[in-house]
Every structure is written in structure tokens, then in C-alpha cells.
């Protein structure tokens, strides 16, 4: 079974991306991109699901983190982020993410085809 990290500080955030994906992915949750890249340094991922507005160190920096790590560099990485006016998907796109949900995720589908086109579909169990 593919696997998917998520990076994210809210706790209803990461109550509905683990609904939505846990049937079909393994999920594992950091709260902080500084507990993620610790956590990073023994697995590594299929897709990583990283919000922008995290405290201490923000998702941007993470990725950059991510890009600069010859392990990582490669993996897909989904930009979740509150951050939706006009020009961010593009900034962010811009600044190394392969894709961009905004939240709140209103519309699962949205985050779900964001994962698929990331990751070929998972096969039921």
C-alpha cells in the first residue's frame, strides 16, 4: 500500500484527510515540519500532503528542505493551503510544489484528484 505523509497543525484538518485516504493509503501525521523532517530521515513517502501555514517553520521552507535533501527531493508534494486569493496556486506551484488544494477542503474530491493525479490509483483491499 502507497503512503502518504501529512504536515499539518490543525487537528480537523488531519481528522478529514485520514478519512478520506486512510481506507486506501497508509497516513502518517506530523504536526510541525520540524517533527516531519526528523521524522523523514526513516521513511520516505509516496506523496507528502503539506500545509503552508505551520508554526516555526512554514510549508515553504519545508519543501525547500525537502527539494535540498538528495532522499526526498522527488517525492510529489501537494501544497493544503488557506492561503486560495488570486496568484497563489501559481506562487506556490512556482516556489517547487507539484500541486495545490486550498482549504477548507470543501469539496473532497478535490484533494482526492490531487492525490491521484500525484499517485497512480490505489487498488481496493
Known amino acids: 500500500m502507497k503512503s502518504i505523509v501529512l504536515i499539518e497543525d490543525n487537528r480537523d484538518n488531519r481528522l478529514l484527510v485520514r478519512a478520506l485516504v486512510s481506507e486506501f493509503y497508509v497516513l502518517k501525521e506530523y504536526e510541525t515540519g520540524f517533527e516531519a523532517l526528523e521524522g523523514l530521515k526513516s521513511m520516505i513517502p509516496d506523496l507528502i500532503l503539506l ?30 493551503t488557506a492561503h486560495a486569493m488570486s496568484g497563489d496556486r501559481e506562487r506556490y506551484l512556482r516556489a517547487g510544489f507539484d500541486d ?22 490505489p487498488l481496493k483491499q
Open 100 to 121: 495545490y488544494v486550498a482549504k477548507p477542503i470543501i469539496d473532497e474530491e478535490v484533494l482526492l484528484q490531487a492525490i491521484a493525479r500525484a499517485l497512480p490509483p
Open 51 to 80: 500545509d503552508i501555514s505551520l508554526p516555526g517553520m512554514d510549508g515553504v521552507e519545508v519543501l525547500s528542505r525537502l527539494r535540498s535533501d538528495e532522499r526526498l527531493r522527488s517525492i510529489p508534494v501537494i501544497a493544503l
